[in-house]
């Protein structure tokens, strides 16, 4: 099993209408974050979180909000998608562990590819 | 913050080397990453160097660390179509801070 899953893996939307994106970890990871990637701009935060009761913009939150539900669970909502939101969407974990010093491997989810009409 | 560039696309013959390079600013790193994606797939780890050393080999990969200039280069020996892919360069901010990628180097394989 995937350790780290992200639902849907494909959605169509329209302009206006809410989405939720989910991601769920089974690797006991503190620190989950979400990304997007765009062809030619790479792979830009969007928000991270630390912890279940940490939370923290990334370089291009404007248009997203995020819930940690639970250490395992982590969802991106579009409150409002608009067409330049069309993007694949994807979730990492991460975790310091002691003895590691900062070696910070993010694990990734497969993505969600959204497209917003 | 961090910034981190490398060339969008490389193309290279069968059997041949590959040189991915990527320039990053923050002189504080303490590791740095590179990340493949495969087409359609997620992310994942291919190696990392600790910033100490200059070096690393492991395989077909070899990463070369020039912490004076911040230039960070992966050679890919005897490339083969199986590593066509993205490649992307990964720095944090701070060790304690979410990796900044670069833009991500496409990898194209002819056979």
């Known amino acids: 099993d995937a350790d780290v899953t992200q639902t849907p893996r494909n959605r169509i939307t329209k302009t206006g209408k809410r989405i939720m994106l989910e991601c769920s970890q089974t690797k006991g990871h503190d620190r989950m974050y979400w990304y997007r990637q765009d062809p030619g701009l790479g792979l830009r935060l969007i928000y991270y979180s630390f912890d279940v009761k940490d939370i923290n913009k990334g370089e291009i939150s404007d248009g997203y909000s995020v819930s940690r539900q639970a250490q395992a669970k982590f969802s991106l909502s579009l409150e409002s998608a608009i067409p330049n939101q069309t993007a694949l969407y994807f979730c990492?974990?991460?975790?310091?562990?002691?003895?590691?010093?900062?070696?910070?491997?993010?694990?990734f989810g497969p993505g969600t590819r959204l497209t917003v009409l | 913050g961090e910034d981190v560039e490398q060339s969008l696309f490389l193309s290279v013959r069968e059997g041949d080397s590959s040189v991915i390079n990527c320039t990053y600013t923050d002189s504080s790193s303490t590791y740095l990453y590179w990340y493949k994606q495969e087409p359609g797939a997620g992310l994942q780890l291919l190696t990392y160097i600790f910033s100490n050393m200059d070096m690393k080999q492991d395989q077909r990969l070899t990463v070369l660390l020039n912490k004076k200039d911040k230039h960070l280069s992966l050679r890919i020996a005897d490339t083969q179509t199986g590593d066509s892919a993205i490649y992307f360069c990964a720095d944090p901010n701070s060790g304690n801070t979410p990796l900044v990628f670069g833009k991500g180097t496409r990898l194209s394989v002819i056979a």
């Open positions: 990492a974990t991460s975790d310091l562990k002691p003895g590691q010093g900062v070696y910070n491997e993010q694990f």
